[in-house]
Nanobody, 127 residues
Framework: QVQLVESGGGLVQPGGSLRLSCAAS????????????MGWYRQAPGKQRELVAA???????NYADSVKGRFTISRDNAKNTVFLQMNILKPEDTAVYYC?????????????????WGQGTQVTVAS
């Protein structure tokens, strides 16, 4: 009913920057929805998926210790979009990055909000 579409991954040298974007949209034009919390997770080969950063609807951010001071999460509620600005990238930041959002689809039911995931975008930090 709702899809998350990510963009902005790629290959960058250590110390470089990338900006990821993720937009929520209705798979059908008739679906009405509301986005609550949004965030970014990452999964490196052989490792578990981990939270990178999250942001509440009111804009309050939360970061993993490993990215504090280097990454900035933000959102545009009018466009149901979340961004991740990644600076001073390190080889250990290499992973597939996944967008996540808690979404209410109207009409609201007791089992909502539900968690939705993007398809993932590869970020590679290498010389």
């Amino acid at each position: 009913q709702v899809q998350l579409v990510e963009s902005g991954g790629g290959l960058v040298q250590p110390g470089g920057s990338l900006r990821l974007s993720c937009a929520a949209s209705a798979a059908s034009g008739r679906t009405a929805f509301s986005v609550s919390g949004m965030g970014w997770y990452r999964q490196a080969p052989g490792k578990q998926r981990e939270l990178v950063a999250a942001i509440a609807h009111n804009g309050t951010p939360n970061y993993a210790d490993s990215v504090k001071g280097r990454f900035t999460i933000s959102r545009d509620n009018a466009k149901n979009t979340v961004f991740l600005q990644m600076n001073i990238l390190k080889p250990e930041d290499t992973a597939v990055y996944y967008c996540n959002a808690d979404i209410f689809v109207l009409p609201i039911s007791p089992d909502q909000p539900r968690a939705y995931w993007g398809q993932g975008t590869q970020v590679t930090v290498a010389s």
